[in-house]
């Protein structure tokens, strides 16, 4: 296959928006909806649908998915 674009995990981290990568980052240390939104200065409700959406384009289907593909990808400490 020529020119293929080979799907890595990096490739679906690029996928996300910057706040979206900012609150993954945040979940991905442990940190609670509340504390998230407390530290980004948002509400829960966006923090949930910002959470919703990470899962869809990582393909996460609750918490420790997302982290473990934070960990893969060499973007959770």
Do not use: C
């Not at 080979?6 to 504390?35: C, H």
């Not at 409700?45 to 393909?59: D, R």
């Not at 998915?65 to 400490?77: F, H, K, N, Y």
Request: charged share 20%; no cysteine.
């Amino acid at each position: 296959m020529t020119g293929a674009v080979e799907i890595t995990i990096e490739n679906w981290l690029q996928g996300l928006t910057p706040r979206e990568y900012q609150v993954a980052l945040m979940v991905s240390r442990g940190l609670s909806n509340k504390e998230v939104a407390r530290g980004l200065g948002i509400s829960d409700g966006t923090v949930k649908l910002h959470v919703h959406n990470i899962f869809q384009k990582l393909g996460a289907r609750n918490r420790y998915g997302l982290i473990q593909r934070m960990v893969s990808s060499g973007s959770a400490e």
